[in-house]
T-cell receptor, first 111, second 115 residues
Framework: DTAVSQTPKYLVTQMGNDKSIKCEQN?????MYWYKQDSKKFLKIMFS???????INETVPNRFSPKSPDKAHLNLHINSLELGDSAVYFC??????????FGQGTRLTVV | AQTVTQSQPEMSVQEAETVTLSCTYD???????LFWYKQPPSRQMILVIR??????QNATENRFSVNFQKAAKSFSLKISDSQLGDTAMYFC????????????FGTGTSLTVIP
């Protein structure tokens, strides 16, 4: 039973399109995150939600909009996709002082 | 913001040998948590080991152990009896507990275990 699952695993799309990545965790965690991993493998925080409230919003273009319908879900919607958005996007969750549990990542390729 | 530095972009080790991966961090906090994650080619992020800053004893998890030097802000990972399955990217991470519990990651070390 997957703890943090995100869909899809792979996403290939054209520039200018709008796409969404879904994330669900069944761990009962209060905090969920979106990270972006670029081609050099650097992991950068994008957003953090705690009990459906946005806590951290790093300098991310406003084309990226997270949505948390409940504390088990944190979806990422991206408008007007650009070539530079190509990356692997990871969803993660944590609770208290625990480690972060990661989804399997979504490889987004914008062509 | 906290910074985490991994100064070794790539490392290699012979199978069955021991290797140490370096990590330093910068913080003014006294209470925090440190982690090592492994990312194999499958790209799944897997927790290797964690250390609470208030604990002086170094964490150990089977073949994996850390050398935590709080005053020096150093948190290195030692892998003993290296196995081919240890080949992966290794990320050091820092977490300051607060609302949001943000994790800061280093740039990673690519480890190759040579048969």
């Amino acid at each position: 039973d997957t703890a943090v699952s995100q869909t899809p695993k792979y996403l290939v799309t054209q520039m200018g399109n709008d796409k969404s990545i879904k994330c669900e965790q069944n761990l009962g965690h209060d905090t969920m995150y979106w990270y972006k991993q670029d081609s050099k493998k650097f992991l950068k925080i994008m957003f953090s939600y705690n009990n459906k409230e946005l806590i951290i919003n790093e300098t991310v273009p406003n084309r990226f909009s997270p949505k948390s319908p409940d504390k088990a879900h944190l979806n990422l919607h991206i408008n007007s996709l650009e070539l530079g958005d190509s990356a692997v996007y990871f969803c993660a969750s944590s609770q208290g002082f625990s480690e972060a549990f990661f989804g399997q990542g979504t490889r987004l390729t914008v062509v | 913001a906290q910074t985490v530095t991994q100064s070794q972009p790539e490392m290699s080790v012979q199978e069955a040998e021991t290797v140490t991966l370096s990590c330093t961090y910068d913080t003014s906090e006294s209470n925090y948590y440190l982690f090592w994650y492994k990312q194999p080619p499958s790209r799944q992020m897997i927790l290797v080991i964690r250390q609470e800053a208030y604990k002086q004893q170094n964490a150990t998890e089977n073949r994996f152990s850390v050398n935590f030097q709080k005053a020096a802000k150093s948190f290195s990972l030692k892998i003993s009896d290296s196995q081919l399955g240890d080949t992966a990217m290794y990320f050091c991470a820092f977490m300051k507990p607060n609302t949001g519990n943000q994790f800061y990651f280093g740039t990673g070390t690519s480890l190759t275990v040579i048969p």
